[in-house]
Nanobody, 122 residues
């Protein structure tokens, strides 16, 4: 089993930055891809970014490419989502997730955190 916990969400102004950490515990070695998804109010969950354990490969949604960066701290078993130049459309509940393959589809991810709310005001 894998347990994931996101934190770092909050209320920010457009143009601000936030860093979201996700702490992982359990048998993470069988789930060597960590991803971030988000669900805006009233909309479906959507892919944000993903990274292979060890940081060798990454993927980004077009909507966040150039503004968001995913990274890992292997020693601490943490994944980070650095969000810059935030926009009101980035407002959503952000989830970290674990998968055994690189994918942009939520159904390919086996474990999920509870989510953390990010609200970006105009």
């Amino acid at each position: 089993q894998v347990q994931l916990e996101e934190s770092g969400g909050g209320l920010v102004q457009a143009g601000d930055s936030l860093r979201l950490p996700c702490a992982a515990s359990g048998r993470t070695y069988d789930n060597d891809v960590m991803g971030w998804f988000r669900q805006p109010p009233g909309k479906e969950r959507e892919f944000v970014t993903a990274i292979r354990w060890g940081g060798g490969s990454t993927a980004y949604a077009d909507s966040v490419a150039g503004r968001f960066t995913i990274s890992m701290d292997n020693t601490k078993k943490k994944v980070y989502l650095q969000m810059n130049k935030l926009k009101p459309k980035d407002t959503a509940v952000y989830y970290c997730a674990a998968s055994n393959s690189m994918s942009r589809k939520a159904m390919r991810y086996d474990y999920w955190g509870q989510g953390t709310q990010v609200t970006v005001s105009s």
